[in-house]
């Protein structure tokens, strides 16, 4: 067999040519369609997963003592419950 793209001869039973790579024949089944990409949608979680870090670390050593503000631990508990509903969410949504 001659290969369609570079002219090599090749073995007949070949599924790709050993010199420039090319395929044989043409492929059974069609490639995967390719995944959306993350638009400012898909930022939100990212960002406030980073606000909820970056309060966490501060107040983190306040929290131990139990002197961290009320404001910031209901900010964080908010944060986590929100993160928490936006992935069950992402899971239960047919793609």
């Not at 001659?2 to 790579?21: F, M, P």
């Not at 997963?49 to 009320?70: D, I, K």
Request: net charge positive; aromatic share 6%; charged share 15%.
């Amino acid at each position: 067999m001659i290969c369609r793209n570079c002219g090599t001869e090749i073995a007949d039973k070949a599924l790709i040519c050993y010199r420039c790579g090319h395929a044989t024949a043409d492929p059974v089944r069609a490639p995967a369609p390719a995944q959306r990409a993350a638009g400012p949608a898909g930022l939100v979680v990212p960002v406030l997963g980073l606000v909820a870090l970056v309060l966490a670390g501060l107040f983190l050593g306040q929290a131990g003592a139990g002197q961290a503000p009320r404001e910031v631990s209901y900010a964080l508990a908010t944060l986590a419950a929100l993160l928490l509903g936006w992935w069950l969410w992402r899971r239960r949504r047919p793609r």
